[in-house]
């Protein structure tokens, strides 16, 4: 079995008295995509910040490429992206700027060239130059993939990605993310509260509630657990458990 | 990991990340009227009100011991350490305004490198703002703030570097106490006017707040400044006094703000501070 590229050990993350993340454990093989589902509240974006880095768990260890998150931020964060619905760019800045930017910070080389195939591959051309505040909500969205794929990272965190977008675009972007990932072998945690989507999407599942993890296992084997059709059901189920 | 790799890995920078975020301000600059007109509203308009006030006072000039000039070159030194100030801290409230921290600190940025653009940008204002001021007290007050000679440059250094101690100190605090406390980034810096000496000698102070004001890099300029324009005494021992007190104070703020930065990423703060 290969050595999974994302470890999360006993993962905890305490605000005072309330426990957000409570004792997870999971991997993320390469080229896996894992889908990180649960109601809102569940934990899903505090451990996605906590495996940014930007949030310091109360305890467990984080490691990806087998370097510790802790002491080996800089050079794990240069193999890994985000993107989400609920995060943009500068909105006074136009697309194209917005990608330098991000191109500088990475460190990348033939910054002009990369962004001209970043922006070919999201058929972004017709917006490149426009102010990213001019954006509708489906050109934010490829623009916050372009973002997150410049670096070409091994590790991809996407936070509902097609979350409003109409059925068309959400449809492209989603072929998008497969063909990035057969083509590349890149391995992406997912979440969403589309479950047609996370069915359609991940290699596996880890479903979250009150910061635990209370099922793993693919669609249908967590649909079969819970003894319901879909895994719509068993987060309509879980959810009103809460 | 040894304690000397680890002290290296979190002061070494690299140069790209930096100019990376430069840019990324010069970019919302180059189209922004409104923020280019905030560099330079205030110093102009400081200028005007204090070139009349000084105008005034030359009519008793005999009566003022010094001259009465030095205060528009005050002023000029003053607006440097203000700019400097802003330029820090303006930076980091533009990235709140954009809800872009998590997008930087996501990256492999680090907080120093962060500092470090952030005092690119601060210097840049301080150029901008320096050229404007000097040009306009020339044209509209004769006044010419080379009179000081080459001791200007060692002065302006010092009240840049004044600037970024309160410019990150303003930082840390916004940063821990969210955006609430954004008007500090406007109001931080009179907090240390009044024991900066801009206007006045240190000598008016009462006793107990001259021991405190020395210990004001910015009144040593400021104190070194009248030093040169009243008895042309070499102000070698404010200026060294102020280099040494600069030093101290900004290593101790570039502490307190890893720190800050550390107890924010604790308390999940760094990823709210914009809402």
Request: proline fraction near 4%; include cysteine; charged fraction near 20%.
């Amino acid at each position: 079995m290969p050595t999974p590229v994302l470890q999360v050990q006993h993962l905890v993350k305490r605000f005072g008295e309330f426990i957000a993340v409570n004792d997870i454990s999971f991997d993320i093989g390469p080229g896996e995509i894992l889908g990180l589902l649960g109601p809102n509240g569940a934990g899903k974006t505090t451990t996605i910040q906590m495996l940014l880095g930007v949030v310091t768990p109360t305890s467990g260890s984080i490691r990806m490429f087998d370097l510790d998150l802790a002491t080996n931020r800089e050079e794990i964060l240069r193999q890994v992206n985000f993107c989400s619905t609920y995060v943009a760019l500068p909105q006074a800045l136009t697309v194209e700027e917005n990608l330098w930017v991000i191109a500088r910070l990475y460190g990348l080389s033939y910054i002009q060239e990369q962004i001209d195939d970043i922006v070919k591959r999201l058929e972004m051309e017709e917006f490149r130059y426009k102010v990213t505040r001019k954006l509708s909500s489906g050109q934010s969205t490829r623009l916050g993939l372009a973002k997150a794929f410049l670096t070409k990272p091994k590790i991809l965190f996407l936070d509902e990605p097609t979350a409003s977008l109409d059925p068309d675009i959400a449809q492209k972007i989603r072929s998008f993310l497969k063909e990035e990932r057969r083509s590349s072998g890149l391995s992406v945690l997912y979440t969403s509260h589309n479950m047609h989507e996370m069915e359609e999407m991940t290699d596996r599942i880890i479903f979250l509630q009150r910061g635990k993890i209370v099922a793993e296992g693919t669609a249908q084997e967590i649909a079969a657990r819970f003894g319901q059709v879909d895994l719509e059901e068993v987060f309509v189920k879980l959810a009103r458990e809460k | 990991m040894t304690f000397d790799l680890m002290t290296f890995r979190l002061i070494s920078m690299k140069f790209h990340r930096i100019y990376a975020l430069v840019a990324r301000h010069l970019y919302l600059y180059r189209r922004s009227l409104p923020r280019i007109m905030e560099i330079f509203y205030w110093p102009f308009l400081d200028l005007v009100i204090w070139g009349f006030i000084t105008v005034y006072l030359a009519k008793f000039e005999g009566q003022i011991p010094g001259g009465v000039t030095f205060f528009i070159g005050a002023l000029i030194l003053w607006d440097i350490l203000f700019r400097s100030q802003q330029g820090v801290t303006i930076s980091f409230l533009e990235e709140i305004w954009a809800r872009n921290l998590m997008n930087l600190f996501a990256s492999p940025l680090k907080p120093s490198e962060f500092l470090a653009a952030t005092m690119v940008m601060s210097v840049f204002k301080v150029l901008a703002v320096s050229v404007v001021m000097v040009v306009c007290a020339g044209l509209f007050y004769s006044y010419n703030i080379f009179v000081i000679g080459l001791w200007l440059i060692p002065f302006v250094l010092n009240l840049v570097m004044a600037g970024w101690i309160i410019g990150v100190l303003t930082t840390a605090l916004i940063m821990r106490f969210g955006q609430e406390a954004e008007v500090l980034a406007w109001s931080m810096v009179f907090l240390f006017q009044p024991i900066s000496c801009v206007f006045y000698p240190i000598e008016v102070l009462p006793g107990w707040l001259q021991a405190i004001a020395w210990m004001n890099p910015a009144a040593h300029v400021f104190e070194g400044m009248r030093a040169v324009l009243s008895t042309s005494v070499s102000p070698i021992v404010h200026l060294a006094w102020a280099t040494g007190l600069n030093l101290v104070f900004l290593g101790i703020v570039v502490a307190v703000f890893h720190w800050m930065f550390e107890f924010c990423r604790e308390q999940g703060l760094l990823v709210r501070v914009g809402e």
